[in-house]
T-cell receptor
Framework: GAVVSQHPSRVICKSGTSVKIECRSL??????MFWYRQFPKQSLMLMAT?????????EQGVEKDKFLINHASLTLSTLTVTSAHPEDSSFYIC??????????????FGPGTRLLVL | GQNIDQPTEMTATEGAIVQINCTYQ??????LFWYQQHAGEAPTFLSY??LDGLEEKGRFSSFLSRSKGYSYLLLKELQMKDSASYLC??????????WGAGTKLIIKP
């Protein structure tokens, strides 16, 4: 089945540094990728939607200058947390939507990246 | 390899009960999650099981058997708004989420 990978799986960084998280669709082309943030035992909070070759669409309350998203190709999207602070510590999950024949779209989720900002 | 299996689609009648099964094979286990996702929306957290047994939360209940690598989500008194995809996800020993493909639940009047 379709697989979405994220790298790194976990990262610890100092406050004020920037962290880049990669999301790749391994065996399919993803025209749309989503970035979520998850707090413990809570729903996934959609941060932004990115379409290949165009600017990401951010949800209300998400700072686009802080969470930079680049969807450079049909298999890769990156999320960069700039000037990270301890409150940015969270579990970040990406998902990729595959366009199947018959216009049936399926969304596949990545394993998540655990970010800890000290 | 790691694997999560759940049925692709299920159909049930309004007011009835439906059970969505999820079986898993993962490297380690740090809990199993159930999410509900309506089309075009972000997944909504439903339940988290880390110990064997049944967790009841209103109309929804979730069961876990770690020895069998098995869980189910039980939905009672089905309502039309319960039509959605239900995702099973397991957190492995590295605290990574392994996702099932989701079960599309169709509720008929």
């Amino acid at each position: 089945g379709a697989v979405v990978s994220q790298h790194p799986s976990r990262v610890i960084c100092k406050s004020g540094t920037s962290v880049k998280i990669e999301c790749r669709s391994l065996d399919f082309q993803a025209t749309t990728m989503f970035w979520y943030r998850q707090f413990p035992k809570q729903s996934l909070m959609l941060m932004a939607t990115s379409n290949e070759g165009s600017k990401a669409t951010y949800e209300q309350g998400v700072e686009k200058d802080k969470f930079l998203i680049n969807h450079a190709s049909l298999t890769l999207s990156t999320l960069t947390v700039t000037s990270a602070h301890p409150e940015d510590s969270s579990f970040y999950i990406c998902s990729a939507r595959a366009l199947r024949s018959g216009s049936q779209e399926t969304q596949y989720f990545g394993p998540g990246t655990r970010l800890l900002v000290l | 390899g790691q694997n999560i299996d759940q049925p692709t689609e299920m159909t049930a009648t309004e007011g009835a009960i439906v059970q969505i099964n999820c079986t898993y094979q993962t490297s380690g286990f740090n809990g199993l999650f159930w999410y509900q996702q309506h089309a075009g929306e972000a997944p909504t957290f439903l339940s988290y099981n880390v110990l064997d047994g049944l967790e009841e939360k209103g109309r929804f209940s979730s069961f876990l058997s770690r020895s069998k690598g098995y869980s189910y989500l039980l939905l009672k008194e089905l309502q039309m708004k319960d039509s959605a995809s239900y995702l099973c996800a397991v957190m492995d020993s590295n605290y990574q989420l392994i996702w099932g493909a989701g079960t599309k639940l169709i509720i008929k009047p």
